[in-house]
């Protein structure tokens, strides 16, 4: 059974920081390229990083550059968001997803909240 569950959301000041994580089995976790998205309320869901494998080369949309890092731990079928100087427009729900190539690897975590406010 293919899971994928993220941590680490929560409400922050503008400026700070915060930690998401995506637990994953059930699937080949070191053959997938690893995404996050995020979706606020009334958006469309929004690719914010993604990073492949074995290689580990990573992707981000200008909005995010420099203040978004992505980071995957094979062994422990863990990719990471880290994300700094966050600003009120950086609000959503974050999605993990797994990307094997086809439509049918393609899976989703069930997201997290990130509420950045004063």
């Known amino acids: 059974q293919v899971q994928l569950v993220e941590s680490g959301g929560g409400l922050v000041q503008p400026g700070g920081s915060l930690r998401l994580s995506c637990a994953t089995s059930?699937?080949?976790?070191?053959?997938?390229?690893m995404r996050w998205y995020c979706q606020a309320p009334g958006k469309e869901r929004e690719l914010v990083a993604a990073?492949?494998?074995?290689?580990?080369?990573?992707n981000y949309p200008d909005s995010v550059k420099g203040r978004f890092t992505i980071s995957r731990d094979n062994a422990k079928k863990t990719v990471y968001l880290q994300m700094i100087s966050l600003k009120p427009e950086d609000t959503a729900v974050y999605y993990c997803?797994?990307?094997?190539?086809?439509?049918?690897?393609?899976?989703w975590g069930q997201g997290t909240q990130v509420t950045v406010s004063s």
């Open positions: 990073i492949s494998s074995p290689n580990e080369y990573t």
């Open positions: 059930g699937f080949g976790f070191s053959r997938y390229t």
């Open positions: 997803n797994a990307w094997g190539g086809a439509a049918s690897y393609n899976y």
